[in-house]
């Protein structure tokens, strides 16, 4: 099993834990994930930390596409790998959700479908630099000929060629974007896993690799994320979890569209998910923390002593996934982690 340590973005100041990402490191972890929302980037930290590192995988969980342009995105992971010395970018990317998209971001929700497989598609061209790059897509086209163009605009290689070939991973959860990451993508993130959900994600990945012809589970990465917390007191860790679900379930998202809440409804807590948005939206954000079941937190992290995380964590290890990426700021359970998967028995594949 591959252990990536998630450390996500920062909050009202720039922190990321660079000693604990040494000790991964250190430790034989396989990768170290950023992310973003509407405060620090994605992609910076991973510049500062290959200065600090030197085999550890840098990867996005994920870099949202309203943020920056596939090109600029292309040249961004490019840039990281090359100063890395090579081999150790992995470009997680995905849509956000569309208040973030046009309330952040100023760029219109368009299609997501056919956005994500123009982006994909315009950044794979320029990591090949096979030719001058130029794609006609539905949602992005490369030269420009839109509304405003001068008709000037080129198809243009990159003058910076990639040292190795960079992965493209699909921050997904729906059949439709599962199906689009098998087909195009080297990897899936899933959204909200939890190891009884895997026969629905192989289903449609594996609808994918049809459609892509010739593509398996050999040369596809599936990447899961738990919290993980080594304590004495299991109620009080799942508590500590709830105030992060709640703002996902209930404000980061409209109501008619919420993909957190959606997969939340997915694993069976549609009326969890309702009622923890109605508190959100009202302002009673503890108690819509509070509605969060501790049934729900549990299912998707690994909680408590050494030994109950040790049993919990046969179900992942024994799903199908690839990797398992570990959130947590405790130096004690990165190392579990460490122990428990790096010394395991390995781990088949979702095939």
């Known amino acids: 099993m591959k252990l990536g340590l998630m450390v996500g973005y920062s909050g009202a100041t720039v922190d990321f834990p660079i000693e604990l990402i040494k000790r991964a490191e250190q430790l034989g972890y396989d990768s170290v994930w950023t992310s973003e929302a509407y405060g620090s980037d994605a992609m910076t930290p991973l510049a500062w930390i290959a200065a600090q590192t030197s085999r550890i995988k840098l990867g996005t969980a994920i870099a ?4 920056r342009t596939p090109a600029m995105c292309a040249m961004q992971a490019m840039t990281i790998d090359a100063l890395a ?7 997680g990317v ?9 309330g952040w971001y100023g ?11 123009d982006y994909v598609q315009i950044m794979q061209k320029i ?3 096979e030719g001058p790059v130029s794609h006609q897509g539905r949602e992005i086209s490369l030269p420009y000929t839109g509304e405003g163009a001068t008709g000037l605009g080129k198809p243009l290689y990159s003058i910076l060629h990639p040292a190795t070939r960079i992965p493209v991973y699909l921050g997904s959860g729906s059949e439709v974007m599962l199906r689009l990451c098998g087909e195009i993508c080297d990897g899936v993130l899933p959204l909200r896993f939890v190891p009884r959900e895997m026969p629905r994600f192989r289903r449609a990945i594996e609808e994918g690799f049809a459609r892509a012809g010739g593509k398996s589970w050999d040369t596809f990465s599936f990447d899961a994320l738990v919290g993980v917390t080594v304590t004495d007191d299991v109620r009080a860790a ?11 379930v209930g404000g980061m998202g409209h109501p008619t569209i919420n993909f957190h809440k959606r997969a939340m409804e997915q694993l069976g807590y549609a009326e969890a998910a309702a009622r923890i948005e109605e508190l959100f939206r009202a302002g009673r954000k503890q108690e819509a923390a509070d509605a969060v079941p ?7 992290a690994l909680v408590g002593s050494p030994k109950r995380i040790r049993e919990r964590y046969r179900a992942w290890a024994d799903c199908g996934i690839t990797g398992l990426h570990v ?10 982690m460490a122990e428990i998967a790096l010394a395991g028995e390995p781990v088949g594949v979702a095939g």
């Open 238 to 248: 799942l508590a500590a979890q709830k105030p992060g679900i709640a703002l996902y």
């Open 107 to 117: 760029q219109p929700w368009g299609s997501p479908y056919w956005r994500v497989r």
């Open 64 to 67: 949202q596409l309203a943020g």
């Open 294 to 300: 501790d049934d729900f937190v549990d299912e998707a």
């Open 327 to 336: 959130a947590t700021r405790q130096p004690a359970a990165l190392e579990l």
């Open 85 to 91: 010395g090579g081999g150790r970018m992995i470009v």
């Open 127 to 129: 990591f090949r630099r």
């Open 94 to 102: 995905g849509v956000s959700g569309p208040q973030i998209v046009e």
